[in-house]
């Protein structure tokens, strides 16, 4: 037992009862950590306050402050003000202070400071001025800790000067005792006589509410000694040090304005932001006494901001202030008077303009954060309370997070509240009907007074506080000043734009953009009457441009409607739509302008939304179709941004001023709003309006709220029938709700992902959608895990990808963990399925004869047309949906185009817009507002005068398609401007004498190009001329680029860019080098550079650097940013002055034609028979070289003398027949191009380029021809001529004709190639250097061992033991067989001259930096004398790796094991049997992808991968035929059904002639059969026939294949016998030895096709589909159903066939399932919507729908919607496997009809009542049927409806309507 006594005089400031007695029984040391414990909870509750200031007296403080802002890591150059004022404070008591500033004097400093911005200015260089302030006293109230409670000034003291003494008055904020602590671990509370402690609290400051760390500590007299200004007054008692630092990321209440921040980053504005802002504040003051009680001797607060001016660059810019408060003495009072008309402004926080008038909109709550200041009436009281509040720890220990938390739910009604009566007159006044949710809860609303004041807020612009001259501290001043007329300034301002727009020489010189934002600044302060005005008197009269003062008119009005739309505020909505009512705007002018306000607004409170969602609801915005598609996406954009993303709701708006800009709990958004877009979603759906449907699907999902799930819900689950596309776009569109809410769209896409009926591209979105969500491990394992068992390949492939690129994501470190957890789970051997989709329509029915038994093969629906483009555009996201109607409007858009352009049109395009627009301003120490602008101002302009001619007359074309001229003629007068600025300020304003002071950078880049031109296009002849003419006569500034940091003193008053302004000053940090550059005059159009920079010196690394920008953003939105700050001008300019060129002609032809006398065919079509060489064996070093190979040529053949003049045919027709010929008949093409600038001189440059390449193996050839004749202009003097030149370069590769077929022949041939290329290079080809190449192209014996002794060779030797030659295994292991590895070159040079020699020499050192890793040099080879250059490289066994040695006369170089990416593999990959451009097309593009179907000799190999048995009888079964789908619109004629479809019909029929095969190609004209040959004999092993017309083969070139001249197809021969047939016009390929077949098909044919190959969906699953889209599982089955019905068939096929014909039909259907869950009950039958069906909606079943679509992809369907209004946009179907679309009461049954000769069974099922349900109401229907009079057929129907099964009637023919009567409505049976 014991007792502790704890005496609380020496701590307590005023009588308190002198002893609490505690007792305890605890232990000592339990009791030290309870006290420990406690101690700072009961120094908090019984502190009280420091009698620091004593009655009586005068205390008189000296005080001098500054502010300078500058670019400090660029140069010592500031612009700022120094004061200098003494401050007198006499105390009336403990709690009340009375002060008086004295004589305020002010000076302005805008020079260079060497020693930075704390550097001492001698007087002698300031003009110090009297402070235009008023010297009123004030008051200070305490609280009873002594610290400032509130400020009380006089009425005539104005805001502004009030924040200036709250800076000054902030100095004596000194909370010694910690009271309203913040717990921390390292908190040290003084104690009793303490004079050292460490501790965090929330204090008050002019700056804010914020977290403040105090560090107390003695002083040392030595310091004292050598700063005596510290302590200038004799100390009585010791000195302590006191340093505050304010945690500027952890406020109670924060003085920030902000707008415009991205939410990509976890910022938070005010505080520190990423590498944009750092800002500090930090406190040091000196006092003498003890911390009890005190004198402060001196206290000095330096704040600073340091600002990144281009958000991303190194270099940062600066604004820092310090106040300096200094004791001079201390005396007897001498009585400050007392204050008349007193007001109070609340405590030491800075506080905006709340008394003035103006701030009504956001009345009484304008100076809050995210609390509301102290209201100046409220009662004592009211205060105490208050006081008692902060004192309580619990409220004060408080986070910031939890603060600021806090203060958004307390505060979270600022804006919206007071807008409440702003919507209702606002609704009143455009006559719609308000909202149950926003109606006032204002007893007077209904007053007369009220609604003048609503009035006044509905037509008056916000006030934003701290931003100079716009709004904020003087925007009364602005308004009510005199020499300030807004509407004047803007007008004036608009019309210069106007003007320099018609110069666009000089914007970068004129500061154009620069006006332009000042014009917006200057409408934020207008209202709706104003800005009207403004607009009013600007608009142009008419719609054209009669001459230049009509120009100047026009780019006005258009810069003056730009600067409306980015003025983001009330009236500026307002007017905007008042504009777009009156057709002012109309168009994709009024889209452009709609789609920049979700960027541009700036208080977007509820008031804004609904002003803006009524004119999304407009007839003039809904009758214009870019309209309101774009009104539609930018107000849901604003509505995710404001309402629904609390990030960006924070950070972009500016919620620390006004608060929310709406309620947290926005019930407009839930309850009206999201509503309406479901709403018009539905009635989209119900028109079958697909681009509307998509712009609802895709606004919903921008919105990004969960409610939007319920207008999906009926659609993603099936219930309500929309096309697959619109779901797929449905999936897509939960993105932005994906990332928002991830727990909300997590179980929803997990369920469409697992839902294995679901359609692969929906589970594919799904799959990918889930990524975002940032799934645990558990989840990625499951999915893995899944993968195993999973039917679709691509949503198999998907998964692969996404688990396998999770672990290398930058991504949360747990996400890439729970990555690799997964990855080992997933399905072996599955990569990503290689599939095009084309826009495809179906061909027409075939009628040939010998297709009559063909299987009459169900055609699917073709999918409706559907599609979006989402795109950037003018600072702002747009979105063009388009469906099959859209597209077939374009022949008439194009119809149009023609006849407006017929004769010249003027066409003018111009916008200006932000890219991108920060504000961040935020009070400094002097409580002065520190301001930072960032805006990207861009414009844009495009002026013609175009006219278009063609022939046949374009105007004159057909609706219905567009045909394409035989030549076209454009002649077009353009001026294409492009201008962006970066304008970048920061600084701080001084309210006083209306001043800013900035520190800026500026930089402006201009893109300027004026062209005549004429454009000739001759598609007949495949030639194109275009004749380019500068489009001025006089110097034109073409490129300008323009960097200039600055700082400057600015008037606010002063309507002109700052840049302009005398005052401003630019910023240099050394001389500038000039340099002056011509260039041009060997083509005769003559350019100047001119260019000034302060770079110290610029090399290409430096460039290179540059150029690299930290991120993809600043990429995208910053990609002029360098990384030095310097003083740069560039101007390109155009001089025709001495220019002796005028027109720039360019000629470009291209042709395949060639002329061959010697080549002559025989009747049939085949070419003679040539010499065929069997293959040799590898031994045999076989060189497959031409004759001319023996020696080196004299002339090489791509020298095209005499013919080198431009555009020549001869030359053209020369370089054909010889790369023709030189590659072995090869089909040839040559490409002639020619730039010609005419004029006082001429100038020819050109090129032409001939390639061949031959049919039948890899040979090829290459002649290239070059020639440059430069103009021989006056102003080069003779001996700088540069002379003429010519390059020809030939080149031909030979390769041999490898094996395709059989492995093992593939491993035996020899496949080794040659190459040779010949170079002349010169005055003249004839006449210079030349340079000579041949090379070796082999197969190495080490690869060849590889290849055999690779898994996939064993398997495909099993294979073939079996017969099977074609199956995927050997297909690789042949390609693999074929491949080479070993290149050996050898390079000759001669009369090569030494400058030549040091250019390839260079070029080798670039090439030598790149590879610096892996190659080593021989400066000393052992053999010099040999003067040509060896290269010998090596691929190793797996291609991966290259090596490589080059033995020159200088040096050996060797190259090892460079690693090759997977595009240089196939271009060093080199194949015989593979060109180029397929081996590279294959590894970037799946264009290049082949799909081939093999029918081997016991096997088949799908298009999809899929390998099955297969046995065929003797039959002809069908192996491939095209089966194109029908279309989606049945309305469309059958004439134009073929459409984007361009392939010819064709079959493809195969049939066993024992263990060989027939095969026979059916095609729209003619019939080709190939069979084996059934004799042996040397020669072909295959017959071939067109129309029963045989063939004569060869392996030696391609024989073509002609019907009635027509060009059919092409044949060539193997060595092994087997045949290559292939069919152009209907890209395809097939190859055949007499027992196999193998086709290889473009990807058109996707989704086409039917037969043993499967259907070539990308699916395996679905391969075997029978004729009927029945799917079975036995591939006996399958080939039966194939099977053609002749006599040849064998009984067991027929059989087999029909058995399959009368089993129950499983076709493919998607199922839905209920992914979406909630409160309803789980059964899908239970959670159908309920829909009301009218007895006069007889719609659904109308007789011509129903029975017109009996072959309809889908199984027993219902129409919900009347399709009467629009039957050709959309089928909304609902598949009998979900029958959610039902209410309880009725479902849905297969009607019987019976009568004594036949029964009838119903196609689709009817509505019935459901058991337990009587029907009350029914309707009459036609319905369509299938009767039959077979007895047992009917029973056996009737028995599987009986069972509850739905038969599939479609296939059936003869159905006919019958009239029904169908339940309508259906009750609930009273005994039920």
């Not at 905007?576 to 002018?589: E, F």
Request: charged share 20%; glycine share 4%.
């Amino acid at each position: 037992m014991g007792s502790c006594h704890f005496d609380y005089s020496r701590v307590a400031y005023k009588m308190i009862p002198k002893r609490t007695t505690c007792h305890s029984s605890i232990h000592h040391s339990t009791r030290n950590m309870l006290w420990k414990a406690v101690l700072p909870f009961l120094f908090a509750a019984t502190i009280a306050a420091v009698p620091a200031w004593e009655t009586n007296m005068r205390y008189l403080y000296n005080i001098q402050s500054r502010a300078l802002t500058g670019l400090h890591q660029v140069a010592d150059q500031y612009a700022g003000i120094l004061m200098e004022a003494r401050l007198a404070v006499e105390p009336q008591s403990e709690e009340l202070l009375r002060a008086q500033l004295l004589q305020p004097m002010y000076a302005k400093v805008h020079s260079i400071l060497p020693e930075g911005w704390a550097e001492e200015i001698d007087d002698r260089h300031l003009s110090f001025n009297p402070m235009p302030i008023k010297s009123n006293p004030f008051e200070i109230r305490l609280d009873s800790d002594g610290l400032v409670k509130e400020l009380l000034v006089s009425r005539q003291t104005t805001e502004s000067e009030a924040n200036m003494l709250k800076g000054i008055v902030s100095q004596f904020q000194l909370n010694t005792q910690a009271v309203h602590l913040i717990t921390h671990r390292q908190n040290h509370i003084p104690g009793p006589n303490s004079d050292s402690a460490l501790y965090s609290v929330m204090e008050s400051a002019v700056t804010g509410e914020c977290e403040v760390l105090y560090d107390v500590s003695s002083f040392p007299e030595a310091i004292i000694r050598a700063q005596p200004e510290l302590a200038p007054l004799d100390a009585k008692g010791s000195l302590i040090q006191i340093i505050k630092s304010q945690n500027f990321s952890n406020c109670n209440r924060r003085r920030v304005y902000h707008f415009g921040f991205s939410d990509s980053e976890n910022i938070q504005p005010g505080g520190n932001v990423g590498n944009l802002v750092a800002r500090s504040s930090l406190s040091r003051v000196v006092i003498s006494g003890s911390l009890n009680k005190f004198i402060i001797q001196s206290s000095v607060t330096t704040n600073r901001v340091f600002l990144s001016l281009e958000v991303s660059n190194d270099q940062k810019g600066m604004s820092a202030s310090r106040v300096n408060v200094t004791i001079e003495s201390i005396t007897k009072t001498q009585k400050i008077p007392s204050l008349r008309g007193q007001r109070s402004v609340g405590d030491l926080v800075y506080r905006f303009n709340s008394h003035d008038r103006h701030l009504s909109h956001f009345k009484g709550k304008s100076d809050s954060g995210y609390t509301s200041d102290t209201d100046s009436s409220r009662s004592s009281s009211e205060e105490d309370t208050t006081t008692q509040r902060s004192n309580d720890p619990r409220k004060s220990q408080l986070t910031g997070k939890e603060a600021n938390m806090k203060d958004q739910d307390d505060s979270g009604e600022l804006l919206w509240k007071e807008s409440k009566r702003t919507r209702r007159s606002m609704q009143a006044k455009i006559g719609a009907s308000g909202n149950k949710s926003y109606s006032s809860s204002s007893s007077s609303s209904g007053s007369r007074e009220n609604e003048e004041q609503t009035e006044l807020e509905v037509d008056s612009a916000p006030c934003m506080p701290l931003i100079p001259s716009v709004v904020g501290i003087q925007e009364s001043k602005l308004r009510a000043s005199k020499q300030i007329d807004p509407v004047r300034t803007v007008v004036k301002i608009a019309t210069k734009i106007g003007s320099e727009l018609e110069k666009p020489c000089w914007l970068v010189e004129d500061n154009t953009l620069s006006k332009f934002t000042l014009m917006t600044r200057v409408l934020r302060t207008m209202d709706s009457k104003q800005i009207d005005e403004a607009t009013r008197t600007l608009e142009p009269s008419s719609p054209t441009n009669p001459n230049l003062n009509g120009n100047i008119k026009w780019g006005a009005w258009k810069s003056l409607r730009d600067s409306v739309a980015q003025t983001g505020t009330l009236p500026a909505l307002s007017v905007i739509a008042d504009l777009i009512r009156k057709d002012k705007i109309l168009g994709n002018d009024a889209a452009e302008v709609v789609a920049l306000l979700s960027r541009s607004a700036l208080t977007p409170t509820p008031a804004y939304l609904d002003m803006f969602f009524e004119l999304v609801k407009d007839p003039k915005v809904r009758e214009q179709p870019f309209l309101n598609l774009t009104a539609v996406i930018s107000f849901s954009t604003i509505l995710r941004e404001v309402a629904v993303n609390t990030r960006t709701a924070t950070v972009r708006y500016p919620v620390y001023v006004f608060g929310r800009m709406v309620p947290k709990h926005f019930t407009a958004l839930t309850e009206k709003y999201i509503p309406y877009l479901g709403h018009e979603l539905h009635k989209a759906i119900t028109e079958g309006n697909s681009p509307k449907i998509q712009l609802h699907i895709l606004a919903l999902g921008n919105i990004a709220h969960p409610n939007i799930l319920q207008y999906l819900e009926p659609y993603l689950e099936g219930r309500i029938g929309v096309s697959k596309f619109q779901r797929l776009l449905m999936v897509c569109a939960l993105m932005k709700l994906t990332k928002m809410h991830p727990e909300v769209a997590s179980p929803i896409l997990l369920k469409l992902y697992e839902n294995l009926g679901e359609a692969y591209e929906i589970r594919t979105a799904a799959v990918f959608l889930l990524m975002e969500t940032k799934p645990s491990e558990t989840l990625l394992q499951r999915m893995a895990e899944f993968s195993n068992f999973d039917t679709s390949k691509h949503v198999i492939a998907a998964v692969h990808s996404a688990i396998k690129s999770a672990p290398n994501l930058e991504e949360p470190f747990t996400f890439r963990t729970n990555g690799k957890a997964a990855v080992n789970l997933l399905a072996p051997n599955v990569s990503s399925s290689r599939k095009t989709t084309n826009l495809k329509k179906p061909g027409t029915k075939r009628n040939n004869e010998e297709t009559a038994t063909i299987p009459d093969i169900a055609n699917e629906n073709m999918e409706q047309v559907e599609g979006n483009f989402m795109f950037f555009h003018a600072g702002s996201d747009r979105v063009f949906p388009f469906d099959y109607h859209t597209l077939q409007n374009i022949p008439v858009l194009m119809r149009d185009m023609a006849r407006k352009y017929r004769n010249p049109e003027t066409f003018n395009y111009t916008k200006i817009y932000y890219r991108d627009n920060i504000m961040l301003e935020f009070p400094n120490a002097m409580g002065l507002p520190f301001i930072f602008t960032l805006r990207t101002p861009t414009l844009m302009k495009m002026a013609a005068e175009t006219s278009l001619r063609s022939q046949p007359d374009l105007a004159h074309g057909s609706d219905r398609k567009v045909v394409i001229p035989e030549s076209v003629n454009v002649t077009a007068d353009a001026q294409f401007v492009y201008n962006v600025q970066l304008d970048s300020m920061l600084g701080f304003v001084t309210p006083f004498d209306n001043m800013r002071y900035i520190a800026g950078l500026d930089r402006n880049m201009l893109f300027h190009i004026p062209v005549k031109a004429n454009v000739d296009v001759d598609v007949l002849k495949r030639k194109l001329t275009i004749n380019v003419m500068p489009g001025r006569n006089r110097r034109v500034t073409l490129t300008h680029l323009r960097t200039r940091p600055y700082t400057s003193t600015h008037d606010i008053f002063n309507m002109i860019p700052v840049l302009e302004d005398s005052s401003t000053k630019v910023i240099h940090v050394r001389p500038t080098r000039k340099s002056n550059m011509t260039f041009g005059q060997q083509t005769g159009v003559v350019f100047h550079l001119q260019s000034e920079s302060e770079e110290e010196f610029s090399d290409f690394k430096s460039q290179l650097d540059s150029a690299q920008m930290p991120d993809a953003h600043s990429k995208l939105y910053f990609n002029n940013i360098a990384h030095d700050i310097l003083y740069e001008d560039t101007r390109l300019t155009y001089d025709p002055q001495r220019s002796t060129a005028n027109v720039v002609k360019i000629t470009a032809v291209y042709d395949t034609d060639v002329e061959d006398e010697d080549d002559s065919n025989t009747e049939n079509g085949s070419a003679h028979l040539k010499n065929q060489k069997s293959p040799l064996p590898r031994s045999v070093n076989r060189k497959w070289q031409n004759t001319q190979e023996s020696g080196p040529e004299s002339i090489n053949p791509a020298n095209p003398e005499p013919y080198t003049a431009p555009n020549c045919r001869l030359r053209r027709k020369k370089f054909l027949s010889k790369a023709a010929a030189r590659a072995g008949n090869a089909t040839a093409s040559v490409i002639d191009l020619s730039i010609t600038f005419e004029g006082q001189t001429k100038a020819v440059f050109l090129m032409t380029a001939a390639s061949a390449s031959s049919p039948v193996n890899g040979s090829g050839s290459l002649l290239v021809f070059m020639t440059s004749q430069p103009a021989q202009h006056p102003e080069i003097a003779e001996q700088q001529l540069i002379p003429e030149l010519q390059v020809c370069l030939f080149g031909d590769v030979s390769m041999p004709q490898v094996p395709i077929i059989n492995f093992s022949e593939a491993l035996k041939f020899n496949p080794n190639s040659s190459v040779r290329a010949l170079l002349n290079f010169g005055e003249t080809c004839n006449n210079g250097a030349t340079v000579m190449l041949n090379g070796q192209l082999e197969l190495t014996n080490k690869r060849q061992k590889y290849i055999a002794d690779s898994p996939m060779a064993k398997l495909c030797e099993s294979q073939m033991m079996e017969g099977n030659y074609l199956l995927p295994a050997c297909r690789i292991a042949t390609e693999s067989a074929n491949n080479l590895d070993q290149y050996r070159l050898k390079i000759a040079l001669n009369n090569v001259t030494e400058f030549q020699k040091n250019n390839v020499y260079i070029l080798y050192n670039m090439a030598r930096d790149l590879l610096r890793p892996y190659i080593t040099e021989n400066a000393y080879p052992q053999n010099t004398r040999d003067v040509t250059v060896h290269v010998t490289a090596n691929l190793n066994e797996q291609s991966t790796a290259l090596n490589m040695t080059m033995e020159t006369p200088l040096l050996n170089v060797n190259v090892t094991n460079v690693r090759l990416s997977k595009l240089a593999r196939s271009l060093l990959n080199i194949n015989p049997a593979k060109t180029v451009m397929e081996r590279i097309g294959r590894t970037v593009s799946s264009l290049y992808y082949e799909p081939s179907c093999v029918l081997d000799t016991t096997e088949a190999n799908t298009f999809d991968n899929r390998t099955y048995p297969l046995e065929l009888g003797n039959c002809w079964y069908v192996m491939m035929m095209l089966v194109p789908k029908l279309p989606a619109d049945h309305t469309r004629p059958q004439n134009s059904r073929r459409g984007l479809n361009r392939l010819d019909r064709v079959t493809v029929l195969v049939k066993a002639v024992g263990h060989k095969k027939k095969v026979k190609v059916l095609l729209s004209s003619a019939t080709l059969d190939l069979q084996p040959v059934v004799e042996p004999r040397p020669g072909p092993a295959v017959q071939l026939s067109i129309n029963s017309k045989p063939v004569l083969l060869t392996s030696s070139h391609a024989t073509e294949l002609r019907d009635d001249g027509e060009l059919l197809g092409l044949v060539y021969e193997f060595p092994s016998g087997a045949v290559q047939l292939t069919l152009p016009n209907n890209n395809l390929v097939l190859v055949y030895d007499g027992a196999r077949v193998m086709l290889q098909a473009s990807n058109e044919y996707s989704h086409q096709v039917r037969g043993l190959c499967g259907t070539f969906d990308g699916e395996p699953f679905t391969d075997f589909k029978t004729p009927r889209n029945c799917l079975v599982t036995e591939p006996s089955i399958l080939a039966a159903t194939y099977a053609i019905d002749d006599n040849s068939c064998e009984a067991p096929v027929r059989n087999m066939k029909k058995n399959a014909s009368e089993e129950l039909c499983v076709q493919e259907r998607s199922s839905f399932a209920d992914v979406i869950a909630n409160g309803q009950p789980k059964s899908s039958r239970q959670r159908g919507i309920q829909i009301n069906q009218s007895v006069n909606d007889s719609s659904s079943f109308s007789s011509s729908e129903s029975i017109s679509d009996h072959n309809s992809n889908s199984n027993y369907e219902v129409n919900l919607f009347p399709l009467s209004k629009r039957p050709s946009r959309l089928n909304n179907k609902i598949s009998r496997h979900n029958p959610k679309h039902v209410s309880n009461s009725i479902s849905y049954k297969t009607v019987i009809i019976t009568d004594n000769e036949e029964s009838c069974f119903s196609k689709n099922p009817l509505p019935a009542c459901t058991t337990g349900y009587h029907i009350t109401a029914t309707v009459k229907k036609y319905a369509p049927f299938f009767c039959t009079a077979e007895r047992h057929l009917a029973e056996r129907y009737i028995k599987l409806v009986n069972n509850g099964f739905f038969p599939d009637f479609r296939l059936h023919k003869g159905l006919r309507p019958i009239a029904v009567l169908v339940a309508a409505k259906c009750e609930l049976n009273p005994t039920a």
